[in-house]
């Protein structure tokens, strides 16, 4: 059983700021714990192993320590896990000797961005495009698309219903979803041009 | 149909540890296991996390990994803490070894002028 968070009250937020005021790292010892699993997830993933994942896990916490104490970061959950996942980067590189790109955060314009950047559109237009697009995927990826997002289905049951393995699926659905965005995208820088 | 725009949803909406155990041991309904996956589809942080923990052999020893590494993370901070009261207290050190000295100095001084003024009998 999961230990629950005592300062469930204070958010990521507020628990920054108040070591950024008084730099107690006690605010760190509260804020930190919550995205243990996450992060042994993370490490997991990148390494496989489960004993460097325990390390990788420590290192980043101290990391964090270190680096939160020179500057201000705004929005914790992604910056830890850009922490996490360079240093399991680094790690694969040491191991490996080779070298490894550094992961940069990819961007992507959500619901109401699309909408914000162009006032024209309407809410109705914007459903009438999805669906358009939707039309446009491969077979595959519109398949898992709407039993995943329209029937609410989970992983396991998309993977009955259609037989593509638990990572195919996924990745239908990750790819799916990216194309429909890019596809949005691309129509409204074309109107803004025409524009 | 509307339900197509949650595909452009980017959600940063936090799940607690224990509902993502339950996730990893199977013991949700199928509409929580989608909520979860859809979690996972909107946020890569989740999704990248869930994969490496289904990874683990026993799923069972991660409660005490967690457990492990929170308390390691503990230690360390209240050594920190420890370190920082220490350096406060060594800092008030520092100031009274001087104040000290320099009180001994001017009693000294005072010595030595009191001494002198003193007439010879």
């Known amino acids: 059983m999961m230990r629950s968070d005592k300062h469930a009250e204070f958010s990521d937020q507020q628990l920054l700021e108040n070591y950024y005021q008084d730099g107690k790292a006690e605010w760190l010892g509260i804020l930190l714990p919550r995205y243990t699993l996450l992060l042994l997830g993370v490490c997991m993933k990148y390494l496989r192993n489960e004993e460097e994942a325990k390390d990788c896990v420590q290192q980043v916490f101290l990391k964090a320590i270190t680096e939160l104490n020179k500057y201000k970061v705004d929005y914790f959950k992604a910056w830890i896990y850009m922490v996490a996942k360079n240093h399991c980067l680094m790690k694969i590189r040491d191991k490996q000797g080779r070298q490894s790109v550094e992961i940069k955060d990819h961007h992507v314009q959500t619901t109401d961005e699309l909408l914000d950047g162009n006032p024209h559109i309407e809410k109705d237009e914007l459903l009438s495009r999805m669906s358009n697009a939707l039309e446009h995927l491969n077979d595959e990826q519109k398949q898992c698309i709407i039993l995943f997002y329209l029937e609410k289905r989970s992983y396991q049951e998309i993977v009955e219903r259609t037989g593509y393995t638990l990572m195919q699926v996924k990745s239908h659905i990750q790819n799916g979803k990216r194309n429909l965005k890019i596809m949005l995208e691309k129509k409204r820088e074309g109107e803004n041009k025409n524009r | ?121």
């Open chain 2, 1 to 121: 149909m509307s339900d197509l725009l949650n595909i452009l949803s980017n959600s940063n909406k936090d799940i607690d540890n224990q509902k993502l155990m339950d996730y990893l041991s199977g013991k949700l309904s199928e509409k929580e296991r989608h909520e979860v996956e859809k979690l996972m589809a909107d946020n890569q942080m989740m999704n990248d996390a869930v994969e490496g923990l289904q990874q683990f052999k026993d799923q069972k020893k991660l409660d005490a990994y967690v457990d492990q590494l929170q308390k390691q993370l503990n230690t360390y901070i209240q050594k920190k803490k420890e370190r920082r009261k220490a350096k406060w207290f060594g800092t008030q050190y520092d100031v009274w070894i001087f104040i000290s000295i320099i009180v001994v100095l001017l009693l000294m001084l005072i010595a030595y002028f009191v001494i002198r003024n003193v007439p010879p009998k």
